[in-house]
């Protein structure tokens, strides 16, 4: 059946010859496999390669050399631990025991990881520019003395690596440092690394509660209470 319908006034969108079909940039299927850039998921990545080795290539567009998926698998596992404090898993908790579908939670979620994750990676531009030319000192928003327990933690982990991860480092600087190792240095894409990352914290607070839970959330912190106002 062929559409005949013509608008009352043609304009420029009217007159502009559009493709028909919208064409695939990054993830393609065909009978016997999906590729993502190019790569065969099945057939190549899921045999050689980590998840997180794939979660790389859908960001980078390659597949990580040893160094750089070493950098990228840790800066995930830096990143997974969302706590109900922070704004991805907290949004997701309120939604689950207000009764909403895990659904509604979980996609609220995504939206805050995104958000948050983006305005990290803003507020740390300093940094970045430190990263691709370090300078004796860390810039200020860098540096956390009271992360230097975890930092320890982190760098222990990565034992003999070469690494941008300097102590003295906050948390959020040093998970962004791993990234830029692993050779992600568009903020967008370590954007995407940390929200991709964080959701994992989320969806585990997500879907261990439920409306049971109402109850013992503080909704009255910080203390308040209502006054009516005498209106003429």
Same mark, same amino acid.
């Given at each position: 059946m062929t559409d005949s319908w013509e608008p009352p006034? %043609?304009?420029a969108l009217d007159d502009t010859p559009w493709p028909t079909q919208l064409v695939a940039k990054a993830v393609a299927r065909d009978a016997a496999d999906h590729r993502i850039h190019g790569y065969a998921v099945l057939?190549?990545?899921?045999?050689?390669?980590?998840f997180t080795d794939l979660t790389y290539l859908a960001l980078a567009g390659e597949l990580p050399n040893e160094q750089q998926s070493r950098a990228f698998g840790l800066?995930?596992?830096a990143c997974a631990p969302t706590t109900v404090a922070e704004a991805?898993? @907290?949004v997701a908790h309120l939604g689950r025991i207000a009764g909403g579908r895990f659904d509604a939670a979980a996609g609220a979620g995504f939206i805050a990881a995104a958000n948050r994750a983006q305005a990290l990676v803003e507020a740390h531009a300093d940094l970045l520019a430190w990263l691709a030319a370090p300078a004796a000192s860390l810039p200020d928003?860098?540096?956390n003395a009271e992360d230097g327990p975890w930092l320890a933690t982190l760098l222990d982990a990565l034992g003999?690596?070469?690494?941008?991860? %300097? @102590?003295?480092?906050s948390r959020d600087a040093a998970r962004i440092a791993l990234l830029f190792d692993a050779g992600l240095r568009d903020p967008e894409r370590i954007s995407a690394a940390i929200a991709f990352a964080s959701s994992v914290g989320m969806?585990?607070?997500?879907l261990v509660v439920g409306p049971a839970e109402l109850r013992?959330?503080?909704?009255?912190l910080p203390p308040f209470h209502y006054v009516q106002e005498d209106r003429p």
């Open positions: 006034a %043609r304009g057939g190549d990545v899921a045999r050689h390669y980590s800066a995930m596992f991805p898993a @907290h928003a860098a540096g003999s690596a070469a690494t941008s991860v %300097r @102590h003295g480092m969806l585990a607070e997500a013992s959330y503080p909704v009255k």
